[in-house]
């Protein structure tokens, strides 16, 4: 179920057993790839789950997310994780499910969603909630998963090919940071990667994103068919 494309009388009828909430990011990812990449991923496969389990709605997505580290690049949007944490909080508590997973697909959500999703779970009055990762769910193979690298390029090129600009393309840096003696010594990405690229797009392939995306969906149908049981 697609909840923004149902009727209220049709959530009444069919009340899901399990809620999906894609959340994503507005960052800059390369000059190749668009700002919306992580929030096109995460909703996408959610959408996709969502098709196979009949029991289970997909939310609206969250398009902006924590993200200050990639300020430096145009075009970037981003909210504190204080701020990130209480608004995807407040659309858990809302929804028409006692369980919910949210849909990842930006790293930098990762440790907000981690203790928000802690925090609801030991709430009685709130909804069991657990955060989902999508590159974390897949058999990456040989490539890393970077930042508009390799990955992510492959996977969009599979689902929206016509917004990414492979002309555009270029290497970027081989890893992300910059530590000494396991130390970070940069936060902002613009900071260690000139053209905000970690990894090398121009390996992409489509065919390796369709893999990584079916590996995706098939991971996040099991959780979900683990939290219906």
Do not use: I, K
């Not at 995460?42 to 939310?59: F, H, K, S, W």
């Amino acid at each position: 179920m697609n909840l923004g494309n149902s009727s209220w009388t049709e959530v009444r009828e069919t009340p899901p057993g399990v809620a999906l909430l894609p959340v994503g990011s507005t960052e800059q990812h390369g000059s190749h790839a668009p700002l919306s990449t992580d929030t096109l991923v995460a909703e996408r496969v959610a959408e996709e789950a969502g098709n196979r389990r009949q029991d289970t709605a997909v939310l609206p997505a969250v398009p902006v997310g924590v993200s200050e580290e990639h300020r430096g690049f145009d075009g970037t949007l981003y909210v504190s994780p204080s701020t990130f944490r209480s608004y995807v909080a407040e659309v858990l508590g809302s929804a028409p499910a006692d369980r919910v997973v949210v849909v990842n697909g930006h790293g930098g959500n990762v440790d907000a969603l981690h203790e928000l999703c802690a925090r609801l779970t030991r709430d009685e009055e709130a909804p069991f909630a657990t955060y989902w990762t999508w590159w974390r769910a897949v058999d990456l193979g040989e490539a890393e998963m970077g930042h508009a690298g390799r990955v992510e390029t492959s996977v969009l090129l599979h689902l929206a090919p016509e917004l990414v600009d492979r002309e555009s393309a270029v290497e970027g840096v081989e890893s992300w940071g910059r530590y000494a003696e396991t130390a970070p010594l940069a936060y902002d990405s613009d900071e260690f990667t000139e053209n905000g690229v970690v990894g090398d797009p121009t390996e992409a392939t489509a065919d390796e994103g369709e893999r990584l995306y079916n590996d995706a969906v098939d991971s996040l149908v099991r959780l979900v068919e683990r939290l219906a049981d």
